[in-house]
């Protein structure tokens, strides 16, 4: 039996830092931050390997913002919303940047990611996200 993909967009495996934070609770100005590392990525959004504890702080929907710890790209910082999470995984939908973070060019975030381009694989070893 053939499974349809029912992504709109091809998506790539990878092993790039990030950094993501949150708001804890809806009216909260509290905001927690956490390493983690994409291990595929989209046009329209990214699994991330994030430390366990994370999981508690997310629901579905829930409003993420990802920054790609790449030297193009540390400047951008994508809102997220979440789609789901279990034990040390989350996968995000992009929803777009923030206002004050926009890349030097267009299209510059999802350029260094496409197929084949040296900048998907300059960034370096993973960072350890499980301590």
Do not use: N
């Amino acid at each position: 039996m053939v499974v349809a993909e029912r992504r709109a967009f091809p998506r790539h495996e990878v092993s790039l830092k990030a950094y993501v934070h949150l708001r804890i609770g809806s009216e909260s100005h509290v905001v927690i931050g956490f390493p983690a590392t994409i291990r595929s990525i989209s046009r329209g959004g990214a699994r991330l390997k994030v430390p366990p504890w994370v999981t508690s702080y997310l629901h579905p929907g829930k409003t993420a913002f990802v920054r790609i710890e790449h030297p193009e790209l540390s400047a951008t910082e994508l809102r997220s919303r979440v789609v789901w999470f279990r034990e040390s995984q989350l996968a995000v939908a992009f929803a777009g940047r923030t206002d004050s973070e926009r890349p030097q060019r267009p299209g510059a975030a999802w350029a260094a990611f496409r197929p084949g381009s040296k900048a998907a694989y300059a960034v370096g070893a993973p960072c350890d996200v499980t301590a």
